[in-house]
């Protein structure tokens, strides 16, 4: 029986939606499950994922075989933009049949498999299509990772309002509480989402991820 596949994604770049793949990693390995990360493309870096290797570091593990095979980054590009762009500059195509079956591989292997996308959920992998799209068309649930900083509420209410015209399943929500920046506003704002989720996508958890001491 395969493994059951979640899409983390972030309300926008550096949100911490790698550390909380990470992180949500060894929680589900804590409680005995067996876990692998996916980074669906990564741009900016060469020969393995960076996001892979952070991922590892949290979750106190060396690098897998799978990391290695390129099983779990199908995607790499060495200019640190948008996927559609890199991708255009090493005049390469992004299949996503090939980014399915590699997370399909993995999902024959273990429990879950976390998928970590680039960016937020309308960054476009060609010039047609966006990850919200890749992740329709999977029917994935999805993982939104959000944070404190001053408009985070705008860009979390929008990404969710996404999910619902699309028909996804929002799972849960991760809370970055880091950095803390305004005491006042981080507070205020994982309320705020915190009641939000619980009128409108009531089936979905909300996770707070403190600071972290293992990075």
């Not at 550390?19 to 870096?45: E, F, P, R």
């Not at 969710?160 to 970055?176: D, P, S």
Request: proline letters at 4%; one cysteine or more; hydrophobic letters at 35%.
């Amino acid at each position: 029986m395969a493994g059951q596949v979640l899409f983390i994604s972030g309300i926008d770049t550096d949100v911490g939606k790698t550390i909380a793949t990470g992180w949500y990693a060894k929680k589900l390995a804590d409680q005995g499950a067996s876990v692998i990360t996916q980074k669906m493309i990564q741009t900016g870096c060469e020969d393995i994922s960076e996001d892979i290797i952070q991922h590892r570091k949290l979750q106190g593990i060396d690098l897998l075989p799978e990391d290695k095979q390129g099983l779990t980054c199908p995607y790499l590009f060495f200019y640190p933009c948008s996927p559609h762009l890199a991708a255009q500059l090493e005049n390469r195509k992004i299949s996503t049949a090939l980014i399915r079956q590699a997370t399909d591989e993995l999902a024959s292997r273990y429990d879950y498999v976390l998928l970590e996308g680039a960016g937020g959920l309308c960054v476009p992998y060609d010039d047609q299509h966006t990850t919200l799209d890749y992740i329709a068309q999977q029917q994935y649930p999805l993982i939104l990772v959000t944070s404190g900083k001053l408009g985070s509420i705008n860009h979390t209410l929008l990404s969710l309002l996404a999910c619902k015209q699309y028909h996804i399943e929002v799972k849960g929500l991760i809370y970055n509480r880091y950095p803390l920046g305004d005491e006042m506003i981080n507070k205020e704002t994982a309320q705020y989402l915190q009641n939000y989720l619980q009128k409108h996508f009531p089936q979905a958890e909300f996770l707070s991820l403190e600071k972290l001491t293992s990075i």
